[in-house]
Structure formats: structure tokens, C-alpha cells
């Protein structure tokens, strides 16, 4: 079963090129996009990455996301026309539907979890045959032809924009500083502030490190390995912590961080576009009281818990 893996994983991304390909194509036909040709290249080059990612030499694959961030800088990627929304029919369907509409995100999650914990060897792809159950589960109960789903999906990728790549790039940001040893310039750095053997400052510096650090890079687990590395294991974990305890608050610390930042753009951007609201960062004003209690909770309950 194990040697599937790889295969499934290619069809999977293939199938995601595919769409992204798609949404070159629509882009490049509206003529009401005044940079549709920045913004048909910025969605087929990231889609030949998707389709043809295993084929393409690294320095290539570089070449193309660093094009990609040039089209993004000079602000030639932009939203066009999408499929028409009609909101009494959106609302009618609404009705109709009930609660059943939660279902295929209930089969998502349900399905990811179930395969990863009956079929271990498929935990790489669990995500993408639960995404593949859900939709077969959306058409079923939405009655939706096929080219709809097509449709939507052009309209989600054109919604979330050039953000809908930052959580990858950051992904890959993580495992380049931990390479390149970051951890070890921030444990120097700490420890010229940190009083050595005081398990409360450690504390403090280890959940501060993880929020601080995925607010800069949008994403915990990137930040995850080179905090703990330079902050947990030789101000935290050395003075006695249970490392298990003190690592579960670190991860969540860091998920304080990602409700205060635009980088964590699948949490905070992402519903701002697909919400169109008027202010961008909505969702982190209305977030930020919660993860500033949240961070002196987290302090608090490693202190007393982990030791």
C-alpha cells in the first residue's frame, strides 16, 4: 500500500495544477481585467509547478516562484470577473439544505482522520482522499454538475489570491532557517537577557519566542522547531520540564501568535477576501483581546503544569 503513496500524492497535486490551469485560462479570457496577462501567468506558472513540480529541476521550480513573487510586487495579479452569485437563489438553496450543508466539512475532517489512524502508511495523502469523499458528498447533496464545482473553484483560487500560496512559502521559510541555524543565533540571543536557571523567565521566553516568531512567519509550525531548539530545549526543557507539556503550550502559544498576524494569511486573510470586508485586518482586531489573554494563560499554565 505504501508504494501508492507517491502515485496518489502526484495526482493529487496534478489535479490541483489542473484547476489552477483552469483559472489561467478564465483570467486571460476576461477582458475586464485591466493586468489580466500578470494575472493568467501568475496562475498557469502555478500550475505547471503543481503538474509538472516532480519533472521540473529545483533551480527551475526557484526560478518560477521567484517570477511568481515578481508579478505579486508589481501588482499585476488582481481579482477579474468571477461566475455570477445570485444571492436569492444562494439563499434559497441555504434553506433547502439545512444543516446538511456541514456535511462535507464533517466528511473532511472525518475521513483525513480515519485514514490516518486505520491506514498509517497513508497518512501523506489522508488529506487529499478526504478531500476527494467530500466532494463526491457536496455534488450528492447539492445535486451541483460537474462544471459548477469547476466554476466555484475558480472563483475560491481568484478570492484568496496570491495569498492562498503564503502558508507554503512560510512552510518552507521554516525548514531553511532551521537549517541555516537560526535557532542557535536566537539562543545566544536569549540567554544574554535570561537568568540562567530561572525556569519562570525560560517560560516566558520560550511562549513569547513562539508567539513573537509565527507572527513573523505566519505559521506555528514552522516557528515550532527553531524556537524549541534555541529557547526550549536549553531554557526550558534543561531546568527540568516535562518536555511533552512544555512543547503542546508552546505549539498553541504559537497559535496566539497566528491570530495576530496578516502573514498566517489561510486564518486572517483569507476570510477577509472571502468575506469582502471592508477592512483588511478585521478578523486580527477582533482576535487580538483573545490571544493576549490567551498568551498570559499559556505562560501561567507551563509554569505551574510543566514543572
Known amino acids: ?15 490541483m495544477g489542473l484547476q489552477l490551469l483552469y483559472t489561467a485560462y478564465c483570467t486571460f479570457k476576461d477582458d475586464s481585467n485591466d ?15 503543481f503538474v509538472a513540480g516532480s519533472y521540473i529541476p529545483s533551480l527551475v521550480t526557484g526560478i518560477l516562484v521567484v517570477f511568481l513573487a515578481i508579478l505579486t510586487l508589481f501588482k499585476q495579479v488582481k481579482i477579474g470577473r468571477l461566475p455570477a452569485f445570485y444571492e436569492e437563489k444562494a439563499e434559497e438553496a441555504s434553506q433547502k439544505l439545512g444543516l446538511s450543508i456541514f456535511l462535507p466539512v464533517m466528511t473532511l475532517a472525518i475521513v483525513a482522520f480515519l485514514v490516518a489512524k486505520f491506514f498509517p502508511k497513508l497518512s501523506a495523502v489522508s488529506l487529499g482522499i478526504a478531500a476527494l469523499v467530500a466532494t463526491i458528498v457536496i455534488i450528492l447533496i447539492t445535486r451541483a454538475k460537474p462544471n459548477e464545482l469547476l466554476a466555484e473553484n475558480n472563483r475560491m483560487i481568484q478570492m484568496t489570491s496570491t495569498s492562498s500560496i503564503l502558508p507554503q512559502l512560510l512552510a518552507a521559510l521554516g525548514a531553511i532557517f532551521t537549517l541555516a541555524g537560526v535557532g542557535t543565533v536566537i539562543s545566544n540571543f536569549i540567554s544574554s537577557f535570561v537568568p540562567d536557571g530561572n525556569q519562570f523567565f525560560g517560560v516566558v521566553a520560550y ?28 531554557f526550558v526543557f534543561a531546568l527540568g520540564a516535562d518536555p511533552i507539556i512544555a512543547s503542546a503550550f508552546a505549539m498553541t502559544a ?14 486572517n486573510a483569507l476570510p477577509a ?15 487580538a483581546p483573545v490571544a493576549l489573554i490567551m498568551i498570559v494563560a499559556h505562560i501561567i499554565l507551563m509554569y505551574f503544569l510543566a514543572f
Open 1 to 15: 500500500m505504501e508504494k501508492f503513496v507517491p502515485i496518489l500524492l502526484e495526482i493529487a497535486y496534478i489535479i
Open 35 to 49: 493586468v489580466r496577462i500578470g494575472t493568467s501567468l501568475f496562475w498557469g506558472t502555478l500550475g505547471v509547478i
Open 207 to 234: 511562549v513569547l519566542g513562539m508567539v513573537i516568531f509565527t507572527i513573523i512567519m505566519g505559521n506555528a509550525f514552522a516557528a515550532f522547531t527553531v524556537i524549541t531548539a534555541g529557547v526550549g530545549v536549553p
Open 254 to 267: 504559537g497559535y496566539c501568535g497566528t491570530l495576530l498576524t496578516p502573514m498566517a494569511a489561510n486564518f
Open 273 to 287: 477576501a472571502l468575506l469582502d470586508m471592508k477592512d483588511k485586518n478585521g478578523v486580527i482586531k477582533v482576535q
